[in-house]
């Protein structure tokens, strides 16, 4: 098939089919853009958890050691007229040829006219799900986007999944070396990615494409502004999966969702849809996925309109009371996964319920 340069020296590529085999309920949307292309995660209670090792963590650590929805008239106007080039999945790689973008190798930053554009483009982990290193990158994404000159960030993602949680097969193969020196790693890095948005004092909107899950669910609360496709779906299934919870969930799902569902979502994995998740709080707006991408574009453009200013100081008064609350509830939740992680009971659990999924498979 032919194709033609855009603007940007990005080129026109056929979309195809996105990729199924992960976590259905979701397809790629293209980002569709107006400009240039630029460049730019208590004692006492676990102590009891402790016990010597078991033939279940040696055997399966040695399997994976490696570790409603409606359009206003203004808005289809602009739709109309909008002409952009599309950012489809194939064109990271072109994008990654800017020489800026070459620090990041899981995710793509792109800096647009008044914001910055963050997305989870994972090549090393399934479903965009979090490693330490994916968490460090987009820590120092959300740094460099706090020193430029853009008024706010938006956070989205390249392919049919916005993002899978922590990496369970990583988490495993990790652990099963040394699990107190590692589990301290991962933890201090969840910390860290957490306290990255906890920090960020600029705007930050997220844009959701598709599932949701664990910790890419978690932290949706501590950003100022969620729009989701009407094929997003979100869940934190933290005891399900033998993890307590991360991202301030414990404290923010409870305040937004209400303790009941908050204790659904989890204790017992409950799944939330776009809709659902909007009636709720947790997100601000669902919109036709035909039409997510151009949506989420003219909104994120009119926002970068305003002043930086006004802007920051909003989002201060909003936020700032809260600050404090939230560091001392990230810092309680990584502190428990360490325990957690590091006792041969809790550990075992974990590798029991992934077991069970690989059989499964």
Known sequence: MPCRTAPSDLQFVPVRKPHTGGVHNGEASP??????????????TMQSLDGPETPLLNELAATLSNGGVNLHSSVKRKLVEDKGYVFDKR????????????RYRDIVVRKEEGFTHVLLSSQTSDNNSLTPEIMKEVSRALSN???????????????SVFCGGLDHSYLIGRLS????KESNRIA????????????????IVVAINGPALGLGASILPLCDIVWASEKAWFQTPCATVRLTPTGCSSYT?????????????????RKLTAQEACSRGLVSQVFWPSTFSQEVM????????????????????VRSFLKS???????????????????????ESLFTYLQGKLYEA
């Open 91 to 102: 064109l990271r790689y072109n994008v990654r040829q800017n020489e800026s973008n070459c």
């Open 325 to 347: 609350v939230l560091e001392e509830v990230n810092e309680k939740e990584c502190q428990m996964l360490k325990q957690l992680w590091s006792s041969t009971k809790g550990l």
């Open 145 to 159: 986007a706090a020193a430029d000159d853009s008024k706010l960030l938006l956070l989205s993602a390249v392919g």
């Open 253 to 269: 799902f409870p305040q937004i969702l209400g303790v009941a569902l908050a204790n659904e979502m989890l204790f017992c994995g």
């Open 188 to 203: 201090d890095a969840i910390r860290d990615f957490v306290k990255a948005f906890l920090h960020f004092r600029k705007p």
């Open 177 to 180: 070396t040394d699990r107190r």
């Open 298 to 317: 003219l909104r994120v453009k009119e926002m970068a309109s305003c002043s930086a200013v006004v802007l920051e100081e909003s989002k201060c008064l």
């Open 31 to 44: 980002m569709r853009y107006d400009g240039a292309a630029g460049g730019s995660r208590v004692d006492a």
